[in-house]
């Protein structure tokens, strides 16, 4: 059973800080890694996308991967309150299919 | 482009009701994909097509549930009959299922049987 972890938080970051939210997976084969933005009622979008070891930046936003570790992490600089959602770390398996962790909540307080 | 359309929003029914959920997804992407979200579970894929073709249905709970993929711009997910643990919020996907492929996400119906 391919699993995908995270903490289900919620985690706490004043605005301006940086927020760093982790996840693991069980599939040594995974090669491809994604993390999406859930707001609370709304459908899951992509932020984010993931394939080589080391760091991928896009504005506010890095993702980093280490595939011998097994983790994938984002961090978000300048936290701001509309960063405030639910985030989810997904894993392409077999079929191109992706297996999502539960997610992990974020709160930005202004 | 609209995006992924996904019909009714929202679902209420009595238990034992057939419940039909739609989808079309994205114009070109030959993938779609069916996930359930609850919160005990959070999001877990149902059933995977691609060009029209079911390539994984593990997980789909039971008998009790069933998709087709008639043509590329049309899909449905039912369940006959529906039960209140079936209460959840169904999404649908798709994408163009080439490697390192995003899925893009419809808005969901919200499933509640009571």
């Known amino acids: 059973q391919k699993e995908v972890e995270q903490n289900s938080g919620p985690l706490s970051v004043p605005e301006g800080a940086i927020a760093s939210l982790n996840c693991t997976y069980s599939?040594?084969?995974?090669?491809?890694f994604f993390w999406y933005r859930q707001y609370s009622g709304k459908s899951p979008e992509l932020i984010m996308s993931?394939?080589?070891?080391g760091d991928k930046e896009d504005g506010r936003f890095t993702a980093q991967l280490n595939k011998a570790s097994q983790y994938v992490s984002l961090l978000i600089r300048d936290s701001q309150p509309s960063d405030s959602a639910t985030y989810l770390c997904?894993?392409?398996?077999?079929?191109?299919?992706?297996?999502f962790g539960k997610g992990t909540m974020l709160l930005v307080s202004p | 482009d609209a995006g992924v359309i996904q019909s009714p929003r929202h679902e209420v029914t009595e238990m034992g009701q057939e419940v039909t959920l739609r989808c079309k997804p994205i114009s070109g992407h030959n993938s779609l994909f069916w996930y359930r979200q609850t919160m005990m579970r959070g999001l877990e894929l149902l059933i995977y097509?691609?060009?029209?073709?079911?390539?994984?249905d593990s997980g789909m709970p039971e008998d009790r549930f069933s998709a087709k993929m008639p043509n590329a711009s049309f899909s449905t997910l039912k369940i006959q009959p529906s039960e209140p643990r079936d209460s959840a919020v169904y999404f649908c996907a798709s994408s163009t299922g080439t490697v390192n492929t995003e899925a893009f996400f419809g808005q969901g119906t919200r499933l509640t049987v009571v």
């Open positions: 997904a894993v392409l398996g077999r079929y191109s299919t992706l297996t």
């Open positions: 097509f691609n060009n029209n073709v079911p390539i994984d």
């Open positions: 993931i394939y080589s070891n």
């Open positions: 599939d040594r084969g995974s090669q491809s």
